[in-house]
């Protein structure tokens, strides 16, 4: 079942700009999490947000969870052209037989020099 | 370094061939997975496991199987019932521990994250 969503598909800016990048999901969580997929590649971890928790920040990086929206954001302050990437969500899903990672279709964005 | 090896990289296979993608971790972690992408598409997953000797459908099992023999080592089968193979596959594992009560897996607890391979992408000629 596809639970987050990414919102928008692909987005475009200019380096030094910031990018924001949106997920939503359906059912109750525990936590939620950003990875990067360069073309071709794995995915990486970027960061994780637990669902008592309603902002994080790493480096660049500011994520942002509503639980009550079922909704989360991940901020990139000062793009660089080497956050050229995919970006997904995922949640967790706590099946009989442990941790069931979800993803979403995730956003494309371009970072412009 | 301790990380996830899948090979091959690249793989082509006629139509009525079963392959086999390989998964090696040396991060001691419990949890393995398989999901598969499709250009443009996010991640579905095939197959998971949580402990040596157990592992669990997720949501495009068909035309796929795995063992979990070993800790390190989830090898995907791509089988000739697979209709539509052609796509990349990941292959990834978190350090999420099952335990085993009888033939009870209880779900791990805890925040994990996921460590990815690199990938293998699978063509059909």
């Known amino acids: 079942s596809q639970q987050g969503e990414e919102d928008p598909q692909a987005l475009s800016i200019q380096e030094g700009e910031n990018a924001t990048m949106n997920c939503s999901y359906k059912?109750?969580?525990?936590?939620l999490q950003w990875y990067r997929q360069n073309s071709g590649r794995g995915l990486v971890h970027l960061i994780l947000i637990r669902s008592n928790e309603r902002e994080k920040h790493s480096g660049r990086l500011r994520v942002t969870l509503d639980t009550s929206k079922k909704s989360s954001s991940l901020l990139i302050t000062a793009s660089r052209a080497a956050d050229t990437a995919s970006y997904f969500c995922a949640t967790d899903e706590i099946g009989n037989y442990g941790q069931n990672f979800v993803f979403g279709p995730g956003t494309r964005l371009s970072v412009l020099p | 370094d301790g990380g996830i090896t899948q090979s091959p990289k690249y793989l082509f296979r006629k139509e009525g061939q079963n392959v086999t993608l390989s998964c090696e971790q040396n991060?001691?972690?419990?949890?393995m997975y398989w999901y598969r992408q499709d250009p443009g598409q996010g991640l579905r997953l095939i197959y998971y496991?949580?402990?040596?000797?157990?592992?669990q459908k997720g949501d495009i099992a068909e035309g796929y199987s795995v063992s979990r023999e070993k800790k390190e080592s989830f090898p995907l089968t791509v089988t000739s019932a697979q209709k539509n193979p052609t796509a990349f596959y990941l292959c990834?594992?978190?350090?999420?521990?099952?335990?085993?009560?009888?033939?009870?897996?209880?779900?791990?607890?805890?925040?994990?994250?996921?460590?990815f391979g690199a990938g293998s992408r699978l063509t059909v000629l």
């Open positions: 496991s949580q402990i040596v000797n157990d592992f």
């Open positions: 991060l001691n972690h419990d949890a």
């Open positions: 990834a594992s978190s350090s999420g521990k099952g335990h085993r009560a009888g033939t009870i897996v209880s779900p791990s607890s805890g925040a994990n994250v996921l460590t």
């Open positions: 059912t109750s969580i525990n936590n």
